[in-house]
């Protein structure tokens, strides 16, 4: 079992940042690749960001890259994402999830445990 809790979401000003974490316990946190999704009302659990186990690999969807960075810190059990150049159409509910397996993938069906979320608002 994996337990994950995020915290740092909150509402900010367009082009303002926030920096959320997701801190792991239970199973082994430094042999899991980590993502963080997405769902804003009326629509579907979307990709944000992910890492492998050791962090040496990161992927990113289109519509953040170059404004969001993941990253993770194993001594800590705890993943981040430093959003940066916040925009309207960031508003939605984060997750954090962890995947079984040491590599990434964007695909959120083999992510075996979320969190519960943190709400991003970000106003115009």
């Known amino acids: 079992q994996v337990q994950l809790v995020e915290s740092g979401g909150g509402l900010v000003q367009a082009g303002g940042s926030l920096r959320l974490s997701c801190a792991a316990s239970?199973?082994?946190?430094?042999?899991?690749?980590m993502g963080w999704f997405r769902q804003a009302p009326g629509k579907e659990r979307e990709f944000v960001a992910a890492?492998?186990?050791?962090?040496?690999?990161?992927d990113y969807a289109d519509s953040v890259k170059g404004r969001f960075a993941i990253s993770r810190d194993n001594a800590k059990n705890t993943v981040y994402l430093q959003m940066n150049s916040l925009k309207p159409e960031d508003t939605a509910v984060h997750y954090c999830?962890?995947?079984?397996?040491?590599?990434?993938?964007?695909?959120?069906?083999?992510?075996?445990?979320w969190g519960q979320g943190t709400q991003v608002t970000v106003s115009t």
């Open positions: 999830a962890a995947r079984l397996h040491p590599w990434l993938t964007t695909d959120l069906h083999e992510y075996a445990y």
């Open positions: 239970g199973r082994t946190f430094s042999s899991n690749a």
């Open positions: 890492i492998s186990w050791n962090g040496g690999s990161t």
